[in-house]
Structure formats: C-alpha cells, structure tokens
C-alpha cells in the first residue's frame, strides 16, 4: 500500500527562551501546523557534547504537551571533514540523536562538511570518505532509536569567493552521490529549495536538472523564499541583503522568485516526508507564518499528486520515515 507523500506540515521554531518557545508553538498549534523543527544547541539542551539534563528538565514539559510531529536541526557547524574536532562533532551529534529520542523526532537534519579550497582541490576523496564512515556509524546508533540522519545541500556562500570556505553539497548530486555510497536505511537527504536555488544559479546550471535525481534520496523538505542570487557584496546587513536579494534569506514563501508550482510537480519525493518552512526570525509575524503554511500546504498537495515508485516495505533504503 502506498504512504502519502508529505505527513506533515510545520515550521522551525524561532524563539527559544522558555516563555517564548511556549508562545511560538502555541501560535504554531493555533495556525495549524502539524510539525515544528526544533534545534538542540538553539535551546541549550546540549553542554559540552552531552545532554544539558537541568535544561532538558526546563524545556521537555513545553514540548510534551503538544500535538506536535517534532523534526530536529542539528548545530550548524556540525562536520564530519573536521578532522582536529571530529571526536566532539561525534560526541554533540549523539547527543542530538538522544535529544531526538527524548522528543521522539524521527529526523535528524546534518550538513556536509565545509573545507576551504585548497582541501577540496587536495583532499576531498580522503575527507569525503571520513564523512561517509562518520555518518554511517552514527547512523547505526540512530537506527535504535528511529532516526534518520538527513543530509542537506547547501547555499554558494561569500566564503567560495576567497576560497575560504567551500562545500560539495552546494551541488545536490553530490549529496544523493554521498547518501547513496552510506547506503544506510537511517541516511536519507534534505532538500532545501533555496538553498538549491542560490547554488544552481552560482554555478549556472538549470535547477530543476540538479533536484530531479536528488528528489529519489529526499525523506525532509526546507521551505522558504529568496532571490536566488549568489551573495558577492561585502558587509551587508539583513535589510541590505535583503535589499539586493543576496544570499540565503529564508524569506516568507511568496517573497522570492522561487518557482514553485514549475518545480515541484517534476519530484518524486519519499513518502512519509516533513514539509518545514524555514522563515528567519526578523520575518516571523503571525500573517507572514499564516501566509507561509497557506503555501507550504498547496505545494504538499502537489507533492502529493507526483507520480512516485516508492511503495511501503520496497527496500530498506527507500523506506519511509
């Protein structure tokens, strides 16, 4: 029997004192979303690589009280190609594996590795295959509890300028490439969309061609607006990035130029995916979040209507979560 498309749709969470995550599920609750994306190291629940238990105390009363699918965003500069840290990359990724199961989310979103250029050039086949083992040996542990560890593509960033910094994952191939070599029933792909959309146009390749053979990895959805255009200006502000439509600007849906109803009948997702819309703080109203889901919910049910091959129980890889 085949699974709907998208199970869920839901926000991430923004505000993260104790009485402001109470007030921002309540709202989520109130507009009707059915999933909230929550991230451990934004609600100090990790200290030094290991669950914070007198703030988890805090923290997990607000969340059980809600009617509430919980998804989880592990920190940001999580890596697995960081190889002077990498024993405490493992040890705050468990611990946002533990904070999954405390809170029963089944999705564990993770970023590929950022490396500067000169790695890329010299080591990227050695550092990709240390992420492959990391990620596969988390995996293993995270199967326990029912969580999948969801790679994400990645934004062209101002760092690729410089060389800086750069990443594999701004190409979504890539990313499929990586999930695929895992081959672990608890490794699946995020796709962000503008994440997507910024990096296509950085380097100039047609988006829809780059999301059609990612979609078949894909088991979570970020949703959010931008102009897609790479960020190349020094120094800029949020309004000023805003102004010149620069970068990654998790913008309301309907602000960008994101072409949604173009795009999304061409990918066959998994089945059992969340749908989060990602919208940054200085945007969040009420209207802007009633508006955003308003959009998120009609791109599900054109996800839902895509013509798909993944059936309940067809393999242990493509299984729903």
């Known amino acids: 029997m085949s699974q709907k498309i998208i199970k869920a749709v839901g926000m991430m969470v923004v505000d993260y004192t104790l009485d402001g995550l109470d007030r921002n599920l309540t709202l989520l609750e109130d507009l009707g979303c059915e999933s909230a994306e929550i991230s451990p190291s934004a609600c100090k629940v990790i200290c030094g690589g290991a669950l914070n238990i007198a703030r988890l105390r805090q923290i997990l009363p607000i969340l059980a009280q809600r009617d509430l699918l919980y998804t989880v965003h592990s920190p940001l500069i999580l890596n697995f190609m960081d190889e002077i840290h990498l024993e405490l990359h493992k040890q705050v990724c468990r611990a946002s594996i533990e904070w999954c199961a405390r809170i029963g989310a089944k999705i564990l979103v993770i970023h590929p590795g950022w490396i500067t250029a000169r790695e890329m050039l010299t080591s990227l086949d050695r550092l990709m295959e240390l992420e492959r083992s990391t990620i596969l040996e988390l995996a293993r542990e995270a199967a326990d509890s029912g969580v999948k560890l969801a790679l994400e593509n990645m934004p062209a960033v101002l760092g690729m300028l410089s060389g800086e910094k750069t990443n594999y994952g701004i190409d979504p191939l890539r990313v499929a ?145």
Not at 290 to 295: E, K
């Open 177 to 321: 490439e990586q999930v695929a070599a895992i081959d672990h029933p608890n490794v699946c792909a995020t796709l962000d969309f503008s994440h997507a959309y910024i990096s296509a146009n950085f380097r100039n390749v047609a988006l829809l061609e780059t999301l059609k053979p990612y979609a078949s990895y894909v088991n979570h959805l970020h949703v959010h607006d931008s102009v897609g255009r790479p960020p190349s200006l020094q120094d800029a502000d949020t309004g000023e990035a805003l102004a010149f439509g620069m970068g990654d600007l998790h913008l309301p849906l309907g602000w960008g130029t994101l072409e949604w109803e173009r795009i999304l009948p061409h990918l066959p997702i998994r089945p059992g995916t969340v749908m989060t819309v990602e919208i940054a703080k200085p945007y969040v109203t009420p209207d802007e979040i009633a508006t955003s889901l308003q959009r998120a919910r009609q791109f599900a049910e054109i996800l839902n209507q895509v013509p798909h091959p993944y059936n309940d129980g067809e393999s242990a890889l493509l299984s729903p979560v």
